[in-house]
């Protein structure tokens, strides 16, 4: 139990466009899920966190018009990257909270590449 | 949340059991310590958590100290798919602060 996909695994875009990702909790539902970002050789930077139904609480320095975040349902969140340009290369990993109290296990997707060329 | 400390890097022999310390002297009484572990290009994966007594799952043992302010994560049989960078984090809050890791290495 406790699977967190993600869609694409990798994804390659020119400077410019916008990006989709897809974070999906598979066998349980996930009030809370969370947006990382990994750069080569550092650790993960927690971007935001996303409530269903509600707006998501981007930390600072996170540009919240440019990573555009919606929690839909209970298994889906997706993360937009718009107007992507090189130095967004990165690798982007979400996570989901199995339960509602905040010590609750947050469970990771296999991250998604993103190359903009 | 509270700042751990980890080594940088420790190597382990395949078989052997691999113990990776952490120091966590400034946790305070609501804040758990987690374990999370990244192998390359991939996502954390969960490992084990405790707020203080010892726990034990399937992949490992956590033993946290009795004045809570260092822990040790216990691989008791690595294996080369165990090679990965070991998170150690203290949270008692919804999110999860990730540090630089142990790096370990374990060789046939």
């Known amino acids: 139990g406790a699977v967190v996909s993600q869609h694409p695994s990798w994804v390659i875009c020119k400077s410019g466009t916008s990006v989709k990702i897809e974070c999906r909790s598979l066998?349980?539902?996930?009030?809370?899920m969370f947006w990382y970002r990994q750069f080569p050789k550092q650790s993960l930077m927690l971007m935001a966190t996303?409530?269903?139904?509600?707006?998501?609480?981007?930390e600072q320095g996170v540009e919240k018009d440019k990573f555009l975040i919606n929690h839909a349902s209970l298994t889906l969140s997706t993360l937009t990257v718009t107007s992507a340009h090189p130095e967004d290369s990165s690798f982007y990993i979400c996570?989901?909270?199995?339960?509602?109290?905040?010590?609750?296990?947050?469970?990771f997707g296999p991250g998604t590449r993103l190359t903009v060329l | 949340d509270a700042k751990t400390t980890q080594p940088t890097s420790m190597d382990c022999a395949e078989g052997r059991a691999a113990n990776l310390p952490c120091n966590h002297s400034t946790i305070s009484g609501n804040e758990y310590v987690y374990w999370y572990r990244q192998i390359h290009s991939q996502g954390p994966q969960y490992i084990i958590h405790?707020?203080?007594n010892n726990e034990t799952n399937e992949m490992a043992s956590l033993i946290i100290t009795e004045d809570r302010k260092s822990s040790t994560l216990i691989l008791p049989h690595a294996t080369l798919r165990d090679t990965a960078v070991y998170y150690c984090?203290?949270?008692?809050?919804?999110?999860?602060?990730f540090g630089k890791g142990t790096m370990l290495l374990v060789s046939p």
């Open positions: 405790g707020l203080k």
């Open positions: 996303s409530n269903e139904g509600s707006k998501a609480t981007y």
């Open positions: 066998d349980f539902q996930a009030t809370t």
């Open positions: 996570s989901a909270r199995r339960g509602t109290s905040p010590t609750d296990t947050q469970y």
């Open positions: 984090i203290v949270s008692g809050y919804s999110t999860l602060t």
